[in-house]
Protein backbone atom coordinates (compact mmCIF):
# COMPACT_ATOMS: atom_id res chain seq x y z
CA UNK A 1 0.00 0.00 0.00
CA UNK A 2 0.75 3.81 -0.39
CA UNK A 3 2.93 4.58 2.55
CA UNK A 4 1.07 6.92 5.15
CA UNK A 5 1.65 8.98 8.14
CA UNK A 6 4.43 8.17 9.98
CA UNK A 7 3.36 6.66 13.16
CA UNK A 8 4.75 8.59 16.25
CA UNK A 9 5.23 5.58 18.20
CA UNK A 10 7.51 4.04 15.47
CA UNK A 11 9.21 7.73 15.13
CA UNK A 12 10.02 7.68 18.74
CA UNK A 13 11.02 3.55 19.03
CA UNK A 14 12.99 3.84 16.10
CA UNK A 15 15.03 7.15 17.32
CA UNK A 16 15.22 5.56 21.25
CA UNK A 17 16.66 2.47 19.58
CA UNK A 18 18.42 4.77 17.23
CA UNK A 19 17.98 2.49 14.33
CA UNK A 20 17.58 5.08 11.84
CA UNK A 21 18.59 4.10 8.81
CA UNK A 22 15.17 2.75 7.60
CA UNK A 23 13.96 5.93 8.96
CA UNK A 24 15.72 7.70 6.69
CA UNK A 25 15.42 5.58 3.84
CA UNK A 26 11.59 6.03 3.93
CA UNK A 27 11.36 9.83 4.67
CA UNK A 28 14.14 11.04 2.50
CA UNK A 29 12.76 14.11 0.74
CA UNK A 30 13.61 12.49 -2.97
CA UNK A 31 12.55 9.40 -4.19
CA UNK A 32 15.06 6.52 -3.71
CA UNK A 33 15.09 3.23 -5.47
CA UNK A 34 17.33 0.19 -5.27
CA UNK A 35 17.30 -1.69 -9.19
CA UNK A 36 19.06 -5.04 -10.04
CA UNK A 37 19.71 -5.24 -14.00
CA UNK A 38 17.01 -2.45 -14.11
CA UNK A 39 14.79 -4.37 -12.06
CA UNK A 40 12.98 -2.31 -9.35
CA UNK A 41 13.88 -3.88 -6.07
CA UNK A 42 12.64 -1.49 -3.09
CA UNK A 43 11.61 2.03 -3.37
CA UNK A 44 11.10 4.31 -0.74
CA UNK A 45 7.95 6.44 0.21
CA UNK A 46 8.70 9.24 -1.63
CA UNK A 47 9.02 7.60 -4.74
CA UNK A 48 5.87 5.63 -4.65
CA UNK A 49 3.97 9.63 -4.00
CA UNK A 50 5.81 10.73 -6.74
CA UNK A 51 4.87 8.20 -9.30
CA UNK A 52 1.86 6.86 -8.20
CA UNK A 53 1.91 3.54 -7.15
CA UNK A 54 1.87 1.52 -3.69
CA UNK A 55 5.12 -0.47 -2.89
CA UNK A 56 4.02 -3.78 -3.95
CA UNK A 57 3.02 -2.33 -7.49
CA UNK A 58 6.67 -1.19 -8.19
CA UNK A 59 8.85 -4.13 -6.88
CA UNK A 60 10.14 -6.69 -9.15
CA UNK A 61 8.97 -4.40 -12.34
CA UNK A 62 11.48 -4.00 -15.23
CA UNK A 63 11.77 0.34 -15.20
CA UNK A 64 10.77 0.60 -18.94
CA UNK A 65 6.76 0.82 -17.30
CA UNK A 66 7.86 4.43 -15.70
CA UNK A 67 9.05 5.68 -19.02
CA UNK A 68 7.26 7.55 -21.60
CA UNK A 69 7.81 4.92 -24.09
CA UNK A 70 9.58 1.82 -24.23
CA UNK A 71 12.11 3.33 -26.93
CA UNK A 72 12.90 6.47 -24.84
CA UNK A 73 13.57 3.56 -21.85
CA UNK A 74 15.42 1.74 -24.33
CA UNK A 75 17.41 4.87 -25.84
CA UNK A 76 18.45 6.04 -22.25
CA UNK A 77 18.82 2.49 -21.05
CA UNK A 78 22.85 2.65 -20.63
CA UNK A 79 23.40 6.51 -20.56
CA UNK A 80 26.19 7.21 -17.92
CA UNK A 81 27.64 3.52 -18.21
CA UNK A 82 31.10 5.39 -18.92
CA UNK A 83 30.72 7.18 -15.48
CA UNK A 84 29.19 4.86 -13.55
CA UNK A 85 31.84 1.91 -14.18
CA UNK A 86 34.51 4.38 -13.72
CA UNK A 87 33.55 4.82 -10.22
CA UNK A 88 31.47 8.66 -10.31
CA UNK A 89 28.09 9.55 -9.37
CA UNK A 90 26.19 10.42 -12.85
CA UNK A 91 23.23 12.50 -13.18
CA UNK A 92 20.94 13.86 -15.92
CA UNK A 93 17.48 15.00 -16.38
CA UNK A 94 14.55 13.31 -18.09
CA UNK A 95 10.58 12.88 -18.41
CA UNK A 96 9.12 10.07 -16.41
CA UNK A 97 5.69 9.27 -16.53
CA UNK A 98 2.97 8.64 -13.27
CA UNK A 99 0.58 5.94 -13.36
CA UNK A 100 -2.47 8.16 -14.23
CA UNK A 101 -0.26 9.03 -17.36
CA UNK A 102 1.20 12.57 -16.46
CA UNK A 103 4.58 13.03 -17.89
CA UNK A 104 7.02 15.27 -15.85
CA UNK A 105 10.40 16.45 -15.53
CA UNK A 106 12.81 14.90 -13.04
CA UNK A 107 16.23 14.96 -11.44
CA UNK A 108 18.04 11.46 -11.63
CA UNK A 109 21.10 10.78 -9.46
CA UNK A 110 22.56 7.37 -9.93
CA UNK A 111 25.64 5.31 -8.12
CA UNK A 112 26.77 1.64 -8.67
CA UNK A 113 27.31 -0.89 -6.96
CA UNK A 114 29.01 -2.88 -9.40
CA UNK A 115 31.38 -0.83 -11.67
CA UNK A 116 32.20 -3.79 -13.68
CA UNK A 117 28.63 -4.16 -15.11
CA UNK A 118 27.15 -0.66 -13.93
CA UNK A 119 23.42 -1.42 -14.24
CA UNK A 120 23.78 -4.68 -12.03
CA UNK A 121 23.35 -3.44 -9.03
CA UNK A 122 22.72 0.57 -8.51
CA UNK A 123 21.09 3.21 -6.56
CA UNK A 124 18.76 6.13 -7.77
CA UNK A 125 17.38 9.29 -6.49
CA UNK A 126 14.79 11.14 -8.13
CA UNK A 127 13.49 14.59 -7.53
CA UNK A 128 10.35 16.04 -8.72
CA UNK A 129 11.02 19.27 -10.89
CA UNK A 130 7.52 19.92 -11.75
CA UNK A 131 7.44 23.06 -9.53
CA UNK A 132 10.02 25.06 -11.51
CA UNK A 133 9.84 22.90 -14.56
CA UNK A 134 6.16 22.46 -15.91
CA UNK A 135 6.26 19.61 -18.42
CA UNK A 136 5.22 20.95 -22.19
CA UNK A 137 4.03 18.41 -24.99
CA UNK A 138 6.99 17.70 -26.53
CA UNK A 139 6.94 14.52 -29.09
CA UNK A 140 9.17 12.00 -28.21
CA UNK A 141 12.24 12.71 -30.44
CA UNK A 142 11.89 16.26 -28.97
CA UNK A 143 11.64 14.84 -25.30
CA UNK A 144 15.07 13.03 -26.06
CA UNK A 145 16.86 15.73 -28.10
CA UNK A 146 16.36 18.04 -24.91
CA UNK A 147 17.15 15.73 -22.35
CA UNK A 148 20.84 15.18 -24.94
CA UNK A 149 21.10 18.81 -25.32
CA UNK A 150 20.96 19.28 -21.44
CA UNK A 151 23.85 17.03 -20.85
CA UNK A 152 25.84 19.27 -23.30
CA UNK A 153 25.89 16.76 -26.61
CA UNK A 154 26.24 18.96 -29.90
CA UNK A 155 24.09 17.98 -32.93
CA UNK A 156 26.59 15.98 -34.24
CA UNK A 157 26.97 13.82 -31.65
CA UNK A 158 22.98 13.61 -30.74
CA UNK A 159 22.56 12.71 -34.46
CA UNK A 160 25.22 9.53 -33.71
CA UNK A 161 23.83 8.75 -30.09
CA UNK A 162 20.41 8.40 -32.30
CA UNK A 163 21.18 7.20 -35.04
CA UNK A 164 19.62 10.46 -37.38
CA UNK A 165 21.00 12.78 -40.05
CA UNK A 166 22.72 16.13 -38.20
CA UNK A 167 20.20 17.93 -40.61
CA UNK A 168 17.33 15.96 -38.89
CA UNK A 169 18.46 16.97 -35.27
CA UNK A 170 18.87 20.84 -35.83
CA UNK A 171 15.30 20.73 -37.27
CA UNK A 172 14.18 19.38 -34.02
CA UNK A 173 16.50 21.91 -32.24
CA UNK A 174 14.85 24.68 -33.77
CA UNK A 175 11.67 23.44 -33.14
CA UNK A 176 12.26 23.32 -29.57
CA UNK A 177 13.90 26.84 -29.39
CA UNK A 178 10.56 27.97 -31.29
CA UNK A 179 8.42 25.84 -28.90
CA UNK A 180 9.83 27.85 -26.21
CA UNK A 181 9.89 31.05 -28.03
CA UNK A 182 13.43 31.24 -27.23
CA UNK A 183 17.09 32.13 -29.52
CA UNK A 184 19.49 29.59 -28.29
CA UNK A 185 20.20 26.12 -26.33
CA UNK A 186 20.82 28.16 -23.19
CA UNK A 187 17.78 30.38 -23.32
CA UNK A 188 15.58 27.15 -23.57
CA UNK A 189 17.34 25.63 -20.57
CA UNK A 190 16.77 29.24 -18.51
CA UNK A 191 13.34 29.23 -19.47
CA UNK A 192 12.80 25.32 -18.77
CA UNK A 193 14.16 26.11 -14.74
CA UNK A 194 17.88 26.64 -15.37
CA UNK A 195 19.93 23.51 -15.72
CA UNK A 196 23.51 23.85 -14.35
CA UNK A 197 26.87 22.08 -13.52
CA UNK A 198 27.94 18.74 -14.78
CA UNK A 199 26.60 15.38 -15.20
CA UNK A 200 29.29 13.23 -13.18
CA UNK A 201 30.39 13.86 -10.12
CA UNK A 202 33.75 12.93 -9.80
CA UNK A 203 34.94 10.47 -7.05
CA UNK A 204 37.47 11.84 -5.03
CA UNK A 205 41.10 10.64 -5.35
Known amino acids: MMPGP ?23 PVGIVVTESRVIREVNRRFCQMFGYDREELLDQLFAFLYPSPEEFSNILHRGDKELSEGNLYWDERVMRRKDGELFWCRVRGQTFTPEDPLARAVWSFADL ?39 VEVH ?30 SAP
Open 6 to 28: IDKSELDAAYAARDLRGLAFDWV
Open 130 to 168: SAIRPYQPLTRREREIFSLLSEGRTSKEIARELDLSYRT
Open 173 to 202: RARLLKKFGVNNTAALFQSLGGIEGDHVVR
